[in-house]
């Protein structure tokens, strides 16, 4: 017999029986049973993937058809609060007759000034350099440029998370880094300013609904629905509130350097679409 015979006999070899006679062909069908079930619940996964994955389309609201009149408003709101966080931006800047030794002075000033606000709570991850720049000196003798040496400078920006401690802050700075320590400036923001931006954007949207009925009255007509309302405010940039607040150190100094926060106000602005209808 040979192996083809062999491997076919073998594979249709009867298994062992309780007392139902194999039949060839039963396994195929088996097979095919569960390959059909796996198709159905298969076709059923890509049913839902394909439904969980298509865009519903937007209804529009009723009487906002493109044939309908209607009336496009704008609304500002403002609201004040006292912001919460201060950001100072420090400059440290060192001379020296060398590149080398400039740089090394002005990394020892940086360092006492990082030591200082680390004492003072602020956090290493409120800390950020963002400035570093080396360049010769020159003088210029009968018009002749001599150099004179190297000036290192260093900005750090750092982020004070409770206005009323700040003032120890920067006082800290500026008495560990001695001369060479400057603030370039100053800015207040809120730490969470979603609670004014949410009251703008209140009072924006109660001007356009009161701006838009009087539009509406006065037309001769009256308010249908809102087809559409647009918050169009930019974000705002953070403003400096000022120059350099503090050159060179007080050593002995006794008062902390008062910070005030103020309030700051916040400006929303939004456009409502309305539909118009006959009186």
């Known amino acids: 017999m040979s192996e083809g015979s062999d491997v076919h006999t073998s594979e249709h070899t009867p298994p062992a029986s309780t007392g139902n006679?194999?039949?060839?062909?039963?396994?195929t069908a088996i097979v095919a049973v569960v390959a059909l079930g796996a198709l159905v619940v298969g076709?059923?996964?890509?049913?839902?993937?394909?439904?969980?994955?298509?865009?519903?389309?937007?209804?529009?609201?009723?009487?906002?058809?493109?044939?309908?009149?209607?009336?496009?408003?704008?609304?500002?709101?403002q609201a004040d609060g006292t912001p919460d966080v201060l950001t100072a931006v420090f400059g440290f800047s060192s001379s020296a007759a060398s590149a080398t030794?400039?740089?090394?002075?002005n990394n020892a000033d940086v360092d006492q000034a990082l030591l200082a606000l680390a004492g003072k709570g602020v956090a290493?991850?409120?800390?950020?350099?963002?400035?570093?720049?080396?360049?010769?000196?020159y003088v210029y003798p009968n018009g002749v440029p001599t150099r004179t040496g190297f000036q290192a400078t260093n900005t750090v920006t750092a982020t004070l998370r409770d206005?009323?401690?700040?003032?120890?802050?920067?006082?800290?700075?500026?008495?560990a880094s001695g001369d060479a320590a400057t603030i370039d400036s100053l800015t207040f923001s809120f730490g969470d300013p979603s609670q004014v931006e949410n009251q703008a954007?209140?009072?924006?949207v109660h001007q356009a609904v009161a701006?838009?009925?009087?539009?509406?009255?006065?037309?001769?007509?009256?308010?249908?629905?809102?087809?559409?309302l647009t918050d169009d405010t930019q974000p705002s940039l953070l403003q400096p509130s000022g120059g350099a607040a503090y050159a060179g150190a007080a050593t002995n100094q006794a008062a902390?350097?008062?910070?005030?926060?103020?309030?700051?106000?916040?400006?929303?602005?939004?456009?409502?679409v309305y539909a118009l209808r006959a009186r």
Request: glycine share 14%; proline share 6%; charged share 10%.
């Open 21 to 27: 006679r194999w039949r060839p062909g039963a396994r």
């Open 43 to 77: 076709g059923t996964g890509l049913g839902l993937a394909l439904s969980a994955g298509a865009t519903t389309p937007v209804a529009t609201p009723a009487g906002c058809g493109s044939s309908q009149p209607r009336l496009t408003v704008q609304g500002t709101g």
């Open 101 to 105: 030794a400039a740089l090394a002075q």
């Open 124 to 137: 290493q991850a409120d800390v950020q350099t963002t400035g570093l720049s080396l360049a010769p000196q």
């Open 163 to 175: 206005t009323k401690t700040a003032g120890d802050a920067i006082d800290a700075v500026v008495n």
């Open 201 to 204: 954007r209140t009072h924006a």
């Open 211 to 228: 701006h838009a009925g009087a539009m509406a009255a006065a037309a001769g007509r009256r308010l249908g629905a809102v087809c559409s």
């Open 256 to 272: 902390t350097v008062p910070v005030e926060p103020g309030s700051q106000t916040e400006t929303d602005q939004v456009t409502m």
